[in-house]
Structures are given as structure tokens and as C-alpha cells.
């Protein structure tokens, strides 16, 4: 049994955005049986966690024995059991792996950069300087984004992949940086598939059931 590590309590402005719900959406589509281990506050700074998770983060996925953290690279190997994730065809399955980096090296540190200034650092004086060219930076990245994607309904055509998982979870960080009605139908599109709506469901689930 898969068993992936996820926090019982985060803010509320936090929940549905913790990245285990990416994990959980990628073996929701991959119909594979899962767990959870649920990490009070301080767990994730403890010996034994850290020697699973340097950086004391979520998600760690644990099977057989085996650990793996970073969620770009757990997607990539649930990936592996589902060819819903990661096509069989050599060259649309390179260009699904090519799009999950691309949600995780060219949009998320912009998007990031421009939601943790308003969440973590509204009332101080150099974010307030700083967030206007973050914002702009965030968005031009996004316009592009939105120029890539085209009035296709997926990155690459007509077939959701691990690519857009990624990118949609990406996207959700912040939405009021979108500015092209695409990009917004987009998510909408990925996120209205049951697989995200089960993945969310669990995820807000624990933190229920932990109240």
C-alpha cells in the first residue's frame, strides 16, 4: 500500500493547496489505493522525518520499503503505472514531462514569489515596494502561458497528461494573477475532473477530521 505523508493542520487559507494534493490527484487518475500519514506541527522537523524529507516538507510517498519526496517526482513515478499520466508514445510523453518542469521551473516561482508577499509579507514596507513587478513578472510568464495553450483544451491538445495536473495545481496558487479567459477555462477543465475532485475531497477531509 502507497502511503503519503500530509500535514493534519495548515491554515485555512492554505487548505485544498498543500502539495500532497497533487500526489492525491495523480493516484485518484492512475486508480491507485492510497493512505495517509498525517504530520502534527513539529513532525516534519523531527530526525525520522527529516531522514525521509531533508527539507521537512510534504508530500514523502513510502512503498515497499522505498521513499520518494518531491512532488514533481512522485507524479512522474505514479506516472509510470498510468498512461492517462505519461502517454506510452515516446514523443508525448516527453512533451508531458516537458510541460510538468515547466509548471514547476517557469510558472510556480513566479506564482509563489507573488503569493507569498499578500499571505506572508502584506504588512511590510519592502513587499509592498516589491509586488508590483513581481505581479507583472508573474503575469507575463502567465501571458505566455496562455499563448502556448491556444484555444486547445490541454497543453498538448486534446489529451489531459501529468503536464497539466501540475500546471493546474500551479495555477490554482494564486488565480487572480490570470488575466486571459483561457487560461481560467483551463483549470476549470482539469479541475472539473473526478480524479482532482476526489484528490481535493480527501485532502480537505483529514484537516476536518483532525479539527
Not at 30 to 57: H, M, S, V
Not at 78 to 95: K, N, Q, V, Y
Request: aromatic share 8%; glycine share 6%; proline share 6%.
Amino acid at each position: 500500500m502507497i502511503t503519503i505523508s500530509a500535514f493534519r493542520w495548515v491554515p485555512p487559507v492554505a487548505r485544498g493547496q498543500v502539495r500532497d494534493l497533487r500526489v492525491r490527484w495523480a493516484l485518484e487518475e492512475a486508480g491507485l489505493e492510497y493512505r495517509t500519514r498525517l504530520l502534527e506541527q513539529g513532525d516534519q522537523d523531527k530526525p525520522e522525518y527529516r531522514a525521509l524529507q531533508p527539507f521537512g516538507q510534504v508530500p514523502v510517498l513510502e512503498e515497499d520499503g522505498e521513499v520518494l519526496f518531491e512532488s514533481g517526482a512522485i507524479v512522474l513515478y505514479i506516472g509510470e503505472r498510468s498512461e492517462t499520466l505519461l502517454p506510452r508514445a515516446p514523443r508525448a510523453r516527453a512533451r508531458a514531462v516537458q510541460w510538468l518542469l515547466a509548471a514547476l521551473n517557469s510558472i510556480e516561482p513566479h506564482v509563489m514569489n507573488a503569493a507569498l508577499l499578500d499571505f506572508a509579507y502584506a504588512d511590510q514596507e519592502w513587499a509592498k515596494l516589491r509586488k508590483p513587478s513581481a505581479v507583472e513578472f508573474a503575469r507575463r510568464r502567465l501571458r505566455s502561458l496562455a499563448a502556448a495553450l491556444g484555444d486547445k483544451p490541454y497543453l498538448d491538445g486534446e489529451r489531459f497528461s501529468a503536464g497539466d495536473l501540475m500546471m493546474a495545481t500551479v495555477l490554482r496558487i494564486k488565480p487572480d494573477l490570470i488575466e486571459d479567459a483561457r487560461l481560467n477555462d483551463y483549470v476549470a477543465r482539469c479541475t472539473a475532473r473526478p480524479a482532482f475532485q476526489r484528490a481535493l475531497a480527501a485532502q480537505l477531509g483529514d484537516f476536518r477530521d483532525a479539527a
